[in-house]
C-alpha cells in the first residue's frame, strides 16, 4: 500500500497583508517518489518533507534504489539570490553500475557493489 499524507496551512495574519506565509509537510509512507534533479525513483519511500515559504527540509527521506538505499536530511533554501542546497545523501548498499550517469561516480573512481 502506497500512502502519502500531508497537511498545510496559509498564514494571511502574519503581519504584512502583503506577505503570505505557507507551509506544508508531508510524510511518505512506503509510497514511490520521483526527483527529477537527481535523476532517481525510490521505492518504499517514507520520511518528511517540510516546505515553508522558499525552504525545503527534509527529514528521513528514505527509500530503495539502485539496488540499496538512500536517505535524504537536510535543507535547500530558495529565499535568496542564489539557491543553498545543505542536503546529505546517505547511500546504503548501493550498485555504483545502476547510478544515474549523471552523478559521475566513475569518473570519481568510485566502483563495486
Do not use: Y
Request: hydrophobic share 35%; with cysteine.
Amino acid at each position: 500500500m502506497h500512502a502519502l499524507q500531508g497537511r498545510g496551512f496559509v498564514d494571511e495574519d502574519a503581519g504584512d497583508p502583503e506577505l503570505v506565509h505557507v507551509r506544508t509537510e508531508i510524510d511518505f509512507r512506503g509510497t514511490t517518489v520521483r526527483c527529477e534533479s537527481l535523476d532517481l525513483t525510490a521505492k518504499e519511500t517514507t520520511g518528511r518533507v517540510i516546505v515553508d515559504d522558499t525552504a525545503v527540509t527534509f527529514k528521513g527521506v528514505s527509500g530503495k534504489a539502485i539496488g540499496g538505499t538512500v536517505t535524504a536530511n537536510g535543507r535547500a533554501d530558495f529565499g535568496t539570490p542564489t539557491a543553498r542546497f545543505d542536503v546529505g545523501l546517505d547511500l546504503a548498499h548501493i550498485n555504483v553500475g545502476d547510478a544515474p550517469e549523471s552523478w559521475q561516480l566513475g569518473e570519481g573512481g568510485v566502483g563495486g557493489v
